[in-house]
Structure formats: C-alpha cells, structure tokens
C-alpha cells in the first residue's frame, strides 16, 4: 500500500489527541475562510464551502464553530487574505513530498518550510519538481477491528459504485476512486454500514520508495514537522515504510 495511505491512517489514529484536534480546526477554519471568499457564503451554492463543512463535522467541530468561522469570513472586517500554494521538495532517500499551504505571508512561510526540510534531511524543490508524481484520487479507509461484513461483500459494493480499486492489509481496506466518483462510492459505503474510518479527495504516488532505519525515521519526523506547521493544509509522500517499523 501506499506510503501516503499509512501515513493518513496513522495521522487518523493520532487526530483523537485534544492539541492535535485543535491544530486541524486552525487548518479547517483556514480553509473555510478561503472557500467563503472564494464562492460566498452559502454552502448550498458553493461546493468547496459545502465540501470544507463536511470536512469539519468529520473531525467533530461543533456547528456552532463552523457557523462563526463562516460568518467572520463573510463580515465586511476581515482583511485577512489567504494566498493558496503549492510546495514541492524531497525528503531523505529522494523521496517526493508535496505540501498545499495556505498563507498570509508567502516570504515567511517559504523560509520556514525550508527550514524544516533541512532540519529533517530534505530539500525544498522548485516547482513542477515532484507534482508528476502524483494522481489525484478519492480515497476511503475502512478498520478491519470494526468490520463485520465480509471483505468480499465491501469490495463488491465499491466496485459496483465506482471504485476504481480496492486494496487490503492486515488491518484495514482502502477503497480508491476518481475523484468525480467519490462522494457517490462513499454514499454508498456508508447506506451499507460499512465502518469508514477515513474518507478524503487525496493526492496518491504512481510510484513509492522503501526507506528503512534511519532514513524512515528522518522521513516520518519531516512529516510530522510539516503537519504541525499552520500554514500547511495538506502533505502528501510517496515513501513507503513496513507498517512495524513506522510503529
């Protein structure tokens, strides 16, 4: 399985901690503000709010919050301008990481992020360095501790929906889609009571690199560096790492 998709799956697990919880409302509430300028308001008539809302009652941020971060956006005092970006770079062993950041300092924040990959055995690349590596693709996750059905009967459903590839390991099953068929393999997922663990429009490597040792312990530690910054929404690497040793 793809690197990318462990790595999700670990940052899903850890997503329960109270500090971490509040670093994704941050990011959330970022993107929220962005997608309101972006398209007004209304969920209704703005599919990236719509979608950005969903996001954030999937990671347990009351409506309320929701509500306020909406309507600060919208209010005629707010000046604060995201400027949306993408960073590009390697990590240790070559492998390829890619960063959507929004910002409100782009000097700032590049200085910071390059920091970061040097502090961890990386580099920050230039533009159109590593993007090609990568696909856009819905990606669902399912944990095996809390499926009842039969595996077969999952992937049966997904196909039948849309998925363009199902995949399986010893603790959880990854359904694939285009990212125009996820929302319909995820609806009906979800009518079939199947447990979705994770669910998110993701950025998947057509290739991956094994790392070990020492390499794969730099690895995870720029990934974690580069999660925690505020500025970045989303990474994503097409490292690859046994699930025993990333424990």
């Known amino acids: 399985m793809a690197g990318h998709s462990k790595w999700a799956n670990i940052k899903h697990r850890k997503a329960k901690q109270d500090?971490?919880?509040?670093?994704?409302?941050?990011?959330?509430?970022?993107?929220?503000?962005?997608?309101?300028?972006a398209g007004g308001p209304d969920p209704e008539a703005n599919p990236r709010l719509k979608a950005v809302i969903q996001k954030a009652r999937e990671n347990n941020i009351p409506n309320d919050n929701i509500q306020?971060?909406?309507?600060?956006?919208?209010g005629a005092g707010n000046n604060t301008n995201y400027e949306e970006l993408v960073y590009e770079g390697y990590g240790p062993g070559g492998v390829a990481v890619l960063m959507n950041i929004m910002t409100d300092n782009r000097n700032r924040t590049?200085?910071?992020?390059?920091?970061?990959?040097?502090?961890?055995?990386?580099?920050?690349?230039?533009?159109?360095?590593?993007?090609?590596?990568f696909d856009p693709r819905g990606l669902l996750v399912i944990d095996k501790e809390e499926l009842k059905a039969d595996e077969d009967e999952v992937m049966l459903t997904a196909i039948?929906?849309?998925?363009?590839?199902?995949?399986s390991d010893e603790e959880s099953m990854e359904?694939?889609?285009?990212?125009?068929?996820f929302d319909q393999v995820k609806e009906a997922l979800e009518a079939a009571g199947y447990p979705i663990a994770m669910a998110q429009v993701t950025m998947l490597p057509k290739t991956t690199v094994a790392l070990t040792g020492d390499e794969a312990a730099k690895m995870l530690k720029l990934m974690e560096a580069l999660e925690d910054h505020d500025d970045v929404q989303d990474v994503y690497a097409n490292?690859?790492?046994?699930?025993a040793e990333m424990a």
């Open 160 to 167: 039948e929906a849309g998925a363009e590839d199902v995949k």
């Open 19 to 37: 500090a971490v919880r509040a670093k994704i409302f941050t990011k959330i509430s970022r993107e929220i503000m962005v997608a309101v300028k």
């Open 239 to 243: 490292f690859d790492i046994d699930l």
């Open 110 to 133: 590049a200085s910071e992020i390059r920091h970061i990959f040097s502090r961890n055995g990386g580099s920050l690349g230039e533009t159109g360095c590593v993007a090609w590596l």
């Open 68 to 74: 306020r971060v909406i309507e600060r956006a919208s």
């Open 175 to 181: 359904i694939i889609t285009q990212p125009d068929d």
